[in-house]
């Protein structure tokens, strides 16, 4: 392997990492045990010195076992002293919009400033139903979610109802002494347009390469500039799949080994309409993540990484760590990418690195 340019290096260092954790069940294990899981390495993430942990959030399918984002990251925040917590993200399409901008508030006061709130659109699942939002609220709801939230976020000491939630002036209680960051998550540039109207930044995933990222955030650029946003101070997160080894070859086999088992409950997802739910090819799509993140050797996932960070406008990565499977796998991984990849120092007393002093955990990501 050759050294990496120092240029790559230090781009990385001018981004926050942070673990995405999906509490997904792999093959084996139960929904509690996940759990369980997930906060083990949300703990590690501070240990280590991340900048933050980001909960997903899912319903009725193992691929990921936590329901409510924001009621893990209560737990997690309560346990930290450092980190940031964020949702990555919460299914507005699910949710009234003045409950979950509620929560993000009491969440935001009791720890101090370090929760931040992703929210994401869903899909046309039977959550829908369940929770009696309606296909509507999916389809054409999202903008008057994603607007009457922030509006309950900006604070306004009153905030009245729209003619999709229609409800009297209420007071604002309690309200936000700081302004609370909203990610929106965007796989497809209608709703990265959405975004950008409003000057909020995105949450891009797994999917994607970083070509296609850049794509988004050019265009995310334009709009935004049009409506007299400036596109610079959105601070853009990019979520990877992580895994280090001693090589190339051992990291990837191992999530090869994996990986599948976790994405088969993605095959439990069940549409509102009844209709089968697409399922790509699963030994096909693993090898795309393999291909576009980094999943190796030291060397070459602080490759990786330095691209990822070179997207022009990120400037978080979300590192998803357990793709091995794995409690223990799982905790070295964090540990190995905290050392040997990023070069992470664990807080001290003020969370500030001893050595240079910069500060490695941002307070909070803005």
């Not at 994603?146 to 229609?166: C, H, I, K, M, S």
Request: net charge neutral.
């Amino acid at each position: 392997m050759t050294a990496d340019p120092p240029e790559a290096v230090r781009r990385v260092g001018q981004v926050a990492a942070h673990l995405f954790l999906l509490a997904g069940q792999h093959p084996g294990t139960t929904a509690a045990e996940s759990l369980a899981a997930a906060h083990r390495y949300g703990l590690a993430a501070e240990r280590y010195g991340y900048a933050g942990v980001w909960i997903a959030e899912h319903h009725f399918t193992s691929y990921g076992a936590c329901p409510s984002a924001p009621a893990f990251a209560a737990h997690l925040l309560g346990a930290t002293r450092h980190v940031t917590v964020g949702t990555a993200a919460c299914i507005l399409s699910n949710r009234h919009p003045v409950a979950l901008a509620e929560e993000a508030v009491l969440l935001d006061e009791l720890s101090g400033g370090r929760f931040a709130l992703g929210v994401a659109r869903g899909g046309p699942w039977v959550d829908l139903e369940v929770f009696g939002t309606g296909l509507d609220r999916y389809t054409d709801g999202f903008a008057d979610s994603v607007d009457l939230l922030t509006r309950w976020l900006q604070g306004d000491e009153y905030v009245a109802g729209t003619n999709r939630f229609p409800f009297r002036a209420v007071r604002v209680v309690p309200g936000p002494r700081r302004h609370i960051p909203v990610w929106i998550a965007a796989t497809s540039i209608s709703t990265v347009e959405l975004a950008a109207r409003r000057g909020l930044p995105l949450l891009l995933g797994m999917h994607a390469t970083n070509t296609e990222k850049a794509e988004l955030l050019e265009r995310y650029a334009q709009i935004s500039v049009s409506h007299g946003h400036r596109p610079a101070a959105a601070p853009h997160a990019s979520a990877h799949l992580a895994y280090v080894a001693d090589t190339d070859t051992e990291a990837k086999a191992a999530v090869r080994a994996a990986l599948p088992g976790l994405l088969s409950g993605t095959d439990e997802y069940v549409r509102i309409d009844g209709s089968p739910s697409p399922r790509p090819e699963r030994s096909r799509y693993v090898d795309t993540l393999l291909d576009i993140h980094p999943v190796g050797g030291p060397a070459h996932c602080r490759q990786r990484l330095a691209e990822a960070a070179a997207v022009p406008g990120v400037r978080h990565l979300l590192l998803m760590v357990e793709a091995a499977g794995g409690r223990q796998t799982t905790l070295d991984n964090i540990a190995r990418l905290a050392s040997q990849v990023l070069d992470l120092t664990p807080p001290g007393p003020s969370g500030w690195d001893s050595t240079d002093g910069r500060v490695r955990r941002p307070v909070p990501a803005q």
